[in-house]
């Protein structure tokens, strides 16, 4: 068990409504990130933060946002759903820092109708 | 930047089968190499890594050796469960001057085991 904890596990939600999914963690790591998994193209890097406040853009970024303003809670906002958001999303921490293994959340299933 | 190769499937093999799932990849630098493992419903488990050319991971039975000359980082199983059945991803990790922090991963290969 990673101690990562993301809420909502399941989610629906109409095109063009503000959606924030959370990401928990219960140890101190300072090495966040969102991806999101899709059929045919495995797992892509969102977003990720290496710190409170510290955050950076992964391969697909666009449409989507994040905060860090605490260790333990790093959240994604899609600020204006699109269907092509519906997605899985995923939430890793990386407790050896940059370039080592991550580990994950069980997921967030997220429909855009 | 960064990809990593593998194939999709799905691979159907009967229990007791040996099991080759290849990766290849392309880096700058000398990235970590990982295999993760997913069953249905479940978010990703680590399943091994290795992170310097010739490691050879293993964990379950499941073996991969870090191949640097061939960039290649195969998945290897002598003698395959129906407990197997699952969604293997080969990852590598972000390397020094080489972009974004994060996992880059392959598509995932289905692989399914039959009594």
Known sequence: DAGITQSPRHKVTETGTPVTLRCHQTENHRYMYWYRQDPGHGLRL??????????????????????????????LTLESATSSQTSVYFCAISP?????????????RLTVV | GDSVTQMEGPVTLSEEAFLTINCTYTATGYPSLFWYV????????????????????????FEATYRKETTSFHLEKGSVQVSDSAVYFCALSGTEGGGADGLTFG?????????
């Open chain 1, 46 to 75: 969102i977003h990720y933060s290496y710190g409170v406040k510290d955050t950076d853009k992964g391969e697909v970024s666009d449409g989507y946002s994040v905060s860090r303003s605490k260790t333990e809670d790093f959240l």
């Open chain 1, 96 to 108: 050896g820092g940059r370039g080592t293994e991550a580990f994950f959340g069980q997921g967030t």
């Open chain 2, 38 to 61: 997913q069953y249905p419903g479940e978010g990703l488990q680590l399943l091994l890594k290795a992170t310097k050319a010739d490691d050879k991971g293993s964990n379950k039975g």
């Open chain 2, 107 to 115: 598509k995932g290969t289905h692989l399914i085991i039959q009594p």
